[in-house]
């Protein structure tokens, strides 16, 4: 039974090129992932699985947000036309006291990538897979009724969970009937 658990670590720690999340393997599994939900929204964090996501996405419980990677992107989800909310805490988990590189402190939807690793980078897929929510190129949550993403106000094609992020980026997911506007950015606060 050790020797399975070895090697599954492995194989997934493989297959997740180092925590970049950028093979095909390893996204498709982020939606298999113990607690990651095809529901409707709204979308609370998800703890109850939380710390036996984090190994196959990359991430690590850390007892102080990490200073060598630090940047913020922010993500915007539509459904219908209407805003769904990206909640506070996800990746703090505050029963167990610890927080992941990737969270959220409050419901601005603004992403911290926050890492003691001077060269982590960090996808879309993993963010939202730590969250808990099922995302693909069709579909967020329940919701497939004609997924598209958007990067800085700019129509993407593919997998939106292999983007890799960047500072100040303004992701939007849009399903079904789109919003008036697309962000085309977002106004950080200061220091952000």
């Known amino acids: 039974m050790l020797i399975a658990a070895v090697v599954l670590g492995v194989v997934l720690l493989r297959d997740n090129s180092g925590g970049d999340g950028n093979t095909s393997t390893a996204v498709a599994r982020y ?3 113990p607690g990651v939900r095809k529901s409707k929204a709204p979308w609370p964090p998800e703890y109850q699985f939380l710390a036996d996501r984090l190994l196959p996405l990359g991430l690590n419980t850390l007892s102080q947000e990490g200073v060598a990677t630090h940047y913020h992107a922010h993500l915007d989800i539509f459904v219908d036309g209407k805003k769904v909310s990206v909640p506070a805490l996800i990746g703090i988990n505050p029963g167990a006291n610890y927080l992941t ?3 959220t402190h409050d419901t601005r939807g603004v992403i911290h990538v926050e890492s003691p690793k001077s060269d982590d ?9 730590e969250w808990g929510v099922f995302l693909n190129g069709r579909c967020i949550g329940s919701y497939c009724n004609g997924l598209k993403w958007y990067l800085n106000g700019k129509r993407q094609t593919g997998n939106p969970q292999r983007y890799t992020m960047q500072s100040h980026d303004e ?3 849009v399903v079904g009937k789109a919003p008036k506007t697309i962000p085309s950015s977002y106004r950080f606060q200061g220091g952000e």
């Open 101 to 103: 590189e990737l969270h």
């Open 171 to 173: 992701i939007a997911i």
């Open 31 to 33: 939606n298999n992932l």
């Open 121 to 129: 980078h960090f996808t879309l897929g993993q963010f939202v897979a």
